[in-house]
């Protein structure tokens, strides 16, 4: 697991997200822990590394 800490794209507080390293690419729904409003996180990894992280709000 590897966390990662970035602002929620809410209420732009940093939060901390425990990502797992060992699915390359992966696209899921989280909410954060400050507002509770639900970000897609899409997290990529290459040998364990994380390449690329995207955290976007989902319009309702």
Same mark, same amino acid.
């Given at each position: 697991?590897? *966390? ?6 809410? $209420?732009?507080? *940093? &939060?901390?997200? +425990? +990502? !797992?390293s060992? &699915?390359?690419?992966? &696209?899921?729904?989280? !909410? $954060? =822990?400050? /507002? /509770?409003?639900? #970000?897609? #996180?899409?997290? %990529?990894?290459? *040998?364990n =590394? +994380?390449?690329?992280? *995207?955290?976007? !709000? #989902?319009? %309702?």
């Amino acid at each position: 697991m590897f *966390e990662h800490f970035f602002q929620c794209p809410y $209420c732009w507080e *940093e &939060i901390s997200m +425990l +990502l !797992d390293s060992s &699915i390359s690419n992966q &696209i899921y729904v989280e !909410d $954060c =822990e400050v /507002c /509770c409003n639900p #970000i897609e #996180i899409n997290p %990529q990894f290459q *040998e364990n =590394e +994380l390449t690329a992280f *995207e955290a976007r !709000d #989902i319009e %309702q």
